[in-house]
C-alpha cells in the first residue's frame, strides 16, 4: 500500500506539472501602444476616445506616438515597435503580398472616405467641371498610397485619365505637399484637412470637390496588429475595441462643438475655428465610420481602387486579412 501510495504522488505531481503550466497563462497587455500615420483630424475618434477616457474605462493604458507615413508606420509594427497601427488598409495588403508568416490583420474600422479634398489655386468663374483639369498641373500624393489611389479613381470616374490628361507632380514628401502648393508648385492640388481649410480661409485655395465623396466607402484607415498579437491579446484587442465604439457612438450623438471641444487638445497649435470647419465637413460627408465592422463590399472596393492604380497584383481575401469578431462584438454590446 505504501509503495502504491508513492507511485500514486509521484503520478500527482507529474500531471500537476504538466497541468500548471497551461492554467498561468501569460497576462494579456494592459498596455497598448498605438502607431498612428499620421496627427489629423481626419481620425477625429481616437482623439475622443482618449480625451474621453473610453480606453481608460475599459482598463486599458494607450501610448500613442506618430509615425509619420503608412511605410514607417508598417514597419514600426513589424519590428514591435509598436502594437496597433492605424494607418490605411491597403497597407496590409502589401505585407500579405510578401508572404509574411504572420500577417497584419484588420480589426476595427476608424474611416470610410478618403479624407482629401481637390483645391484649385484659382477660383472657378462658374460651376466646378472636371474637365477643367485636362493639361493642367496636378500636385498629387504618394504614388502607391491610399490618398493618391483614391484621387486617380474618382479623377477616371469624371473622364481623367491621371496620366495622359494632366501633369502629374508625385515627387514631393507627404508633409511638404501644402507648402509646395503655397510656394506655386502645381495649378491643382490634393491635400487633406486641416490644410485644404487653411488655404481656403486665407485666399490661397479654394475646395473644389471631396475626394472622398468621389471615391466612395473604403475601409480607409484601419486599426491593425500582427496576427500572433491578436492571438495572444484577445480580451485586450476587444476592449481596445470597445473604445472605439464607444467613441463612434459618441461622435454621432454630439454637435460639431461638443466634437471640436473634444479634439482641441490634440491640435493645440490649430484654430479652434479650423478644427470645427473640418470636423463639420468630415462629419456631413459621413468620412468617420459608425461602427468598427470592416464590410466586405467596402473591401473590394478599396482593391477596385488599387487594380485601377496598378497597385494590386493579386487580390486579397477579405476573409485572410479581416477579423469582424471584435468589431461586431463592440457594436452589439456597447451601447
Known sequence: MKRRSIVFLLLSVLLAGLVLPGCSKQE????????????????????????????????????????????????????????????????SIYVYQQGSDDPVINFAQLTQTDGTFLVSRTKPAGDFDWSALKGKTFLGQRKGGMPQMAGEFALRKHGIDPRKDLDLIQNVDFANIASAFSSGTGEYVQLF??????????????????????????????????????????????KFTNAVQRAQNWMHTKSVNEITDAVLPYFKDTDPEIVRSVVKRYKDQNTYAGDPVIDEAEWNNLQDVMTQAGELKTKADWSKLVDNSFAEKAKVNVK
Open 193 to 238: 484637412e486641416p490644410q485644404a481649410s487653411v488655404f481656403e480661409k486665407e485666399g490661397r485655395g479654394y475646395v473644389l470637390a471631396s475626394f472622398g465623396v468621389e471615391s466612395g466607402k473604403l475601409p480607409y484607415t484601419v486599426y491593425m496588429a500582427k496576427q500572433s498579437f491578436i492571438k495572444k491579446n484577445p480580451n485586450a484587442v476587444q
Open 28 to 91: 494579456e497587455v494592459s498596455k497598448i501602444r498605438i502607431g498612428e500615420v499620421t496627427r489629423s483630424i481626419f481620425y477625429a475618434p481616437q482623439y475622443v476616445a482618449l480625451s474621453q477616457g473610453f480606453f481608460k474605462d475599459e482598463g486599458l493604458e494607450v501610448d500613442l506616438t506618430t509615425t509619420a507615413g503608412g511605410d514607417k508606420t508598417m514597419t514600426t509594427l513589424l519590428s514591435g515597435g509598436i502594437d496597433v497601427a492605424l494607418v490605411g488598409s491597403e497597407t
